[in-house]
């Protein structure tokens, strides 16, 4: 894509022919100098601007699609909202920007440098790169700087982040499925609810780093470094032989396997405990007290509470697919928004479905627990009792719901399975 010269001012166009000039050495070029002026909205498609002087200027809403900025100097510029997919901004300064909801799916910020900065600041105090809801789809960010930028919410899938450096970047809810970060330095990062699918995160230093609620299936952990990692809430609060469980566990789910052990909590008094954020998939917690405990933002997926007691226990948003509540007492508990649906089994070898392992809620007891907006996904109810809960917006679709019982219970807007009556009498 070529730059037009006729959808900017004379004023604009001039400048961008003259840095033309300037970059082949022709006579009469002069260096672009657009630092701290107004381009708000300004169509600079395909437009080369290497090495041009262009900080605290105003880019909000502007079009660079496909432009070259490599080396250019962008430090405490407005770029919120801009659209800079399939740009090259090599080793470009961007230190301090505001990037927030701006578009970069494809970009070239390889040795980019996105530090915090005081350009633009009026205290003197430093002011953080902001890429909160960026498309950086498929960005090559190799070795690039990008401590301290907050990038809340951005979509980066498939992106390569291979050597750069994160260090206390703010990816809180970031979505980096497939993205890969071998060799990078994420120390300190704020990683919670990070979607990690299938991420290569190989050698990576997660030394510090807050993974809780992190969704890491099928994620590349291997050689990672997880020193001092915050994994849980209230980690320092649990018991030394319980804090090593999580901690083992974790180390077996980050590993694939290969390091560390499942945990099992059975049988065990964990009334109270606060493990809020942790990844305890298929842990074992079969006939566990838990009454009263923290557990949301968990994931659990396959994890085994059979006869467990859960009485008031906290688990809402958990990823809860594939598991086992077989007989457990979840009377008052709270699982608002979280997920039942059955979780899909894959073959490691060729990742062909190999079938659906829905989650067992059959015989439990759960008057007056709140399943507020929870998918069920076609999970096993049969001989359940729901008398007095909150199964409102709830979707219950495909499940068994044979010898279950629903007295009393809220089910407004919910999705209920086919022949089953709308006030929650099942068949």
């Known amino acids: 894509m070529s730059f037009d010269p006729n959808n900017v001012d004379w004023k604009t166009a001039d400048l961008i022919r003259k840095h033309g000039n300037f970059l082949n ?16 909205g300004s169509l600079l498609n395909g437009v080369d601007l290497r090495r041009a002087l262009m900080s605290a200027a105003d880019f909000r809403g502007a079009q660079f699609v496909g432009a070259n900025l490599s080396e250019a100097t962008l430090a405490g510029s407005q770029l919120r909202a801009a659209d800079l997919s399939g740009a090259k901004l090599v ?57 301290r930028a907050s990038l809340m919410g951005a979509t980066a899938r498939g992106s390569h982040f291979d050597g750069a450096n994160l260090d206390r970047a703010n990816l809180k809810g970031a979505n980096l499925q497939n993205a890969t970060f071998s060799s990078s330095s994420l120390r300190g990062a704020n990683l919670q609810e990070v979607n990690f699918a299938d991420a290569r995160l190989a050698n ?38 319980i804090r090593a469980l999580v901690i083992e566990h974790f180390t077996w789910i980050s590993s694939g396997g290969r390091k560390g052990t499942p945990a099992s909590f059975a049988g065990l008094d964990l ?11 298929a842990a074992d917690f079969t006939g566990t007290n838990l009454s009263g ?79 507020s907006r929870v998918d069920f996904g076609g999970a096993n109810l049969a001989d359940a009792v729901f008398d007095g809960a909150d199964l409102s917006h709830a979707r219950l679709v495909d499940c068994a719901v044979r010898g279950a019982s629903f007295a009393d219970a809220k089910m407004e807007k919910a999705r209920l399975p086919e022949g089953m009556p709308s006030n929650g009498e099942a068949a």
């Open 271 to 281: 009334s109270g405990v606060n493990l809020s954020g942790a990844d305890l998939s």
């Open 293 to 371: 405990a923290n557990l949301r933002r968990c994931s659990f997926r396959f994890a085994k509470f059979g006869g467990a007691t859960l009485v008031s226990v906290q688990m809402g948003r958990c990823d809860l697919r594939g598991a086992s509540f077989r007989g457990a007492v979840m009377d008052n508990a709270d699982l608002q928004g979280s997920s039942l649906v059955a979780m899909q089994l894959v073959d490691p070898r060729t990742g062909d479905s190999k079938g659906d392992w829905p989650a067992d809620l059959s015989g439990v007891h759960a008057a007056g627990a709140s399943f």
């Open 25 to 40: 050495n022709y006579p009469g070029g002069q260096r672009a100098d657009m630092r701290g002026g107004r381009y708000n």
């Open 91 to 147: 080793k470009a300064d961007l230190r301090g920007a505001d990037l927030e909801q701006a578009k970069l799916s494809s970009a070239d910020i390889t040795d980019a440098d996105f530090r915090s900065t005081t350009v633009g600041s009026t205290d003197g105090n430093d002011i953080a790169t902001k890429l909160d809801g960026a498309d950086l789809d498929n960005v090559k960010a190799v070795r690039t700087n990008l401590q």
């Open 204 to 241: 990576t230093d997660l030394t510090g780093a807050d993974l809780r609620s992190c969704h890491l299936d099928g994620a590349d952990m291997s050689g990672a470094t997880l020193t001092d990692c915050v994994i849980a809430s209230g980690m320092d609060e649990l018991e030394p032989d």
